[in-house]
């Protein structure tokens, strides 16, 4: 029995050095990553966990009409599925960052996992637009301790306001008062455009996007823009980014 309790613990020990605990200093103390820009006037919109085939031609069509730019993370197993998106995104202006190949959390997955999900999707996002993508996004915000390694190419970016859009029981309109509530300089706002992972709910961006509806136009109000990454962070993208298709 005490051999037993003693792996036990010498498992939970490692699970703890391995995920949890790289994934708290890193957030905390904000090291190789950013959460907030620092231009005026402007806003970023991320969307994770896409492309979903109902949703996001939805949310590009609100983001159209009110001639904003977003980042959308996405998860390259439905990036190859829906490739007419992602080139959509691409033309229309948007940034197209790396979630996962598929939505993993990192605190379960092997170094050389880390680095296929990683890599991976960095290789078709650059197939689909010719460009390689700047920025990555882990699934949850969780890393591991090889997870800035794998990443050391990307800005890791994460995200000033989340709102738990994801969740069963969103509702459009409280969305949309939690959205405008937030409104300030450099926010990086956490959204979703798909609801069909783990714990998500897969009603909920449908209530997103009635809040965006709302949101929108708010926002255009206010004076504020809508913004890439780019943008935001002041960033360009270089030559070497840059390929033929």
Known sequence: MQT??????????????????PTVLLRMLTIGM?????????????????????????????????????????VAEKAVKHSELIRRMHQEGHTIGIHHYSHTNSWFLTPLATKHEIHETAKIITNLIGI??????????????????????YSIVL???????????TDSKTLQKDLVEQIADGQIYLLHDDGENKGADSDAPEQMIEALKGFLPHLRRRGFRGVSLEEHLNLNTTEEQKRSV
């Open 132 to 153: 390689k993508p700047s920025f990555y996004r882990p699934p949850y915000g969780r890393f591991n301790v090889f997870t800035m390694w794998f990443a050391r190419k």
């Open 34 to 74: 950013v959460k907030k820009g620092e231009q005026k006037k402007m806003l970023a919109l991320t969307f994770d966990d896409g492309p979903h085939p109902i949703y996001t031609p939805q949310v590009l069509d609100l983001l159209k009409k009110y001639d904003v730019k977003a980042t959308f993370f996405v």
């Open 159 to 169: 995200w000033s306001a989340i709102f738990q859009d994801w969740k069963q029981g």
């Open 4 to 21: 037993i309790l003693l792996t036990v613990a010498i498992g939970l020990l490692l699970f703890l050095l391995y995920g949890i605990l």
